[in-house]
Antibody, heavy 122, light 107 residues
Framework: QLQLAESGGGVVQPGRSLRLSCAASGFSLSSFHMHWLRQAPGKGLEWVAVISNDGVTIVDADSVKGRFTFSRDNSKNTLYLQMNSLRVEDTAVYYC???????????????WGQGTLVTVSS | DIQMTQSPSTLSASVGDRVTITCRASQSISSWLAWYQQKAGRAPKLLIYKASNLQSGVPSRFSGSGSGTEFTLTISSLQPDDFATYYCQHYDSYPVTFGQGTKVEIK
């Protein structure tokens, strides 16, 4: 069974840093582009970034550009999101998701992890 | 960025009703559209990809249609398990964006 499990969320003060992890099981992460998405409390879904299967290509949203970095360790089947200079507006549940589709476009997402809550507050 | 607009934002319906949710893109996205279902406190679940392809394991009462800028998600006969929030997502280009969601409530 394909599963993703995020960890590392918590409460952090504005301006501080936090690192999230996303562990994959039931499939090899190295074969897939992977995405981070987030959902602020009571709000809709926001795409954050994609990291290519080999970790070479990263595309991220303007809202996190220059503050968040993305990496992966395919040997550990794990994805990472390093969040620096956190803002109150970064408060959200953060999800990792596997990309599906091979059209050369961005893809759709399946499955998603269960999410991890990041709260940025003083 | 491509904007996705869903309507309605909230929909009240009864078990057995036929339900239709509309998603409009601010520019043509061909058939590069997916639909998700999200229940409270849970991760989104893929229902439909490439506008009309049913994801494996999803009940056949769900269907998707459309191309270009206008798309619909239809639930042919609403079941108790279907009360949730539904999102469309384009994947024509980066950044991918989602509609604001449609909450399907019990009437």
């Amino acid at each position: 069974q394909l599963q993703l499990a995020e960890s590392g969320g918590g409460v952090v003060q504005p301006g501080r840093s936090l690192r999230l992890s996303c562990a994959a099981s039931g499939f090899s992460l190295s074969s897939f582009h992977m995405h981070w998405l987030r959902q602020a409390p009571g709000k809709g879904l926001e795409w954050v970034a994609v990291i290519s299967n080999d970790g070479v290509t990263i595309v991220d949203a303007d809202s996190v550009k220059g503050r968040f970095t993305f990496s992966r360790d395919n040997s550990k089947n794990t994805l990472y999101l390093q969040m620096n200079s956190l803002r109150v507006e970064d408060t959200a549940v953060y999800y990792c998701a596997k990309e599906e589709g091979s059209s050369g476009r961005a893809g759709w997402f399946d499955p998603w992890g269960q999410g991890t809550l990041v709260t940025v507050s003083s | 960025d491509i904007q996705m607009t869903q309507s309605p934002s909230t929909l009240s319906a009864s078990v057995g009703d036929r339900v239709t949710i509309t998603c409009r893109a601010s520019q043509s996205i061909s058939s590069w559209l997916a639909w998700y279902q999200q229940k409270a406190g849970r991760a989104p679940k893929l229902l439909i990809y490439k506008a009309s392809n049913l994801q494996s394991g999803v009940p056949s009462r769900f269907s998707g249609s459309g191309s270009g800028t206008e798309f619909t998600l239809t639930i042919s006969s609403l079941q108790p398990d279907d009360f949730a929030t539904y999102y469309c997502q384009h994947y024509d280009s980066y950044p991918v964006t989602f509609g604001q969601g449609t909450k399907v409530e019990i009437k």
